[in-house]
């Protein structure tokens, strides 16, 4: 492994880890009055303004002629991805919300296989379902699971935004300037999540609850810096030396570290079989990597 695919590597299990804390600022937003839609609107807002002050004087926006690019990261990555897993959870047991938000790795494999006609590795399929099968031992997927099609259809949406998140990141980061496309979309993704959820109508007064992380302000501002903020800073920036594949693969990790935080600030419980499935995603997520490693050439060239 190259030193650049090593620091790579690193960046996209950084983001994992701090897209993993998402829920605990989150669930006590939601604990103080905030709705799934005004947590994922501040979330967004802040990160804005976040990255136009320290990330977009040094790196500046994105060209005019990238506008789809942009629009596309906006709308999929940065806003459906969150928003719909949200959705998803008020509807359907956690856990398989996550297991539906993070069949992401095999949509962006079969995108890269039947799409861009480039042959993957048998070891980067089987390591992927490897992958799937240990978070659903996490999520705990086979416990009094029930069946609600809006749920159900919304945790496939949220796939479909995370799967858009890693291809139009790594297009982004090979052809042209990854920071420029996060600034630019979070700013595009403030603005229209705003006119859905204008600041106005926030609950205010919820804002200096406490709570297990202080006052509510403060987690909403953690969950901005730390794990959007630079969740997607560090994704992005490591799909310039990661492909899209193994990057999606590790970021089953999030959930993981979710349980783990949960357990670890929360008091929530581990059981055997979640330890058993953290191992096994863990596994599987190596064996990606490994095959991720390879010369991937491409098949046939896609006809015009």
Do not use: C
Not at 131 to 159: H, N, W, Y
Not at 198 to 207: E, F, G, Y
Request: proline content about 6%.
């Amino acid at each position: 492994m190259t030193t650049a695919r090593l620091r790579a590597t690193v960046a996209s299990l950084l983001s994992a880890v701090a897209f993993g804390f998402s829920g605990l600022p989150a669930k006590v937003a939601y604990d103080a009055g905030f709705t799934p839609l005004q947590v994922t609107a501040v979330r967004i807002l802040l990160t804005a303004v976040v990255l136009l002050a320290f990330a977009a004087p040094f790196t500046g926006l994105p060209k005019l002629s990238d506008w789809r690019l942009v629009l596309g990261y906006a709308l999929l990555g940065v806003i459906a991805s969150p928003l719909l897993y949200f959705v998803a959870v008020a509807r359907i047991p956690v856990g398989v919300a996550m297991v539906l938000e993070f069949l992401a790795p095999v949509l962006v494999a079969l995108w890269i296989r039947f799409v861009r006609r480039t042959k993957l590795p048998a070891s980067m399929w089987w390591g992927t379902v490897l992958a799937l099968i240990g978070l659903a031992m996490i999520a705990q997927l086979f416990d009094g699971v029930s069946f609600d099609l809006v749920g159900t259809l919304a945790g496939l949406g949220a796939a479909v935004g995370t799967a858009a998140y890693y291809l139009l990141g790594e297009r982004a980061a090979r052809d042209g300037d990854p920071m420029a496309l996060t600034t630019g979309g979070m700013v595009v993704g403030a603005v229209l999540i705003s006119l859905v959820s204008p600041p106005w109508t926030l609950p205010w007064p919820a804002m200096t609850v406490e709570t297990v992380l202080g006052p509510v302000w403060l987690a909403l501002v953690l969950l901005a810096v730390v794990s959007t903020a630079f969740a997607y800073v560090a994704g992005i920036l490591a799909l310039k030396h990661l492909p899209s594949a193994a990057a999606s693969v590790l970021g089953l990790v999030e959930p993981l570290v979710a349980t783990l935080a949960a357990w670890l600030i929360l008091g929530q419980v581990l059981n055997l079989v979640q330890i058993v499935g953290a191992v096994v995603l863990l596994a599987g997520a190596a064996v990606v990597q490994v095959a991720s490693g390879r010369r991937i050439e491409p098949d046939t060239p896609p006809t015009s």
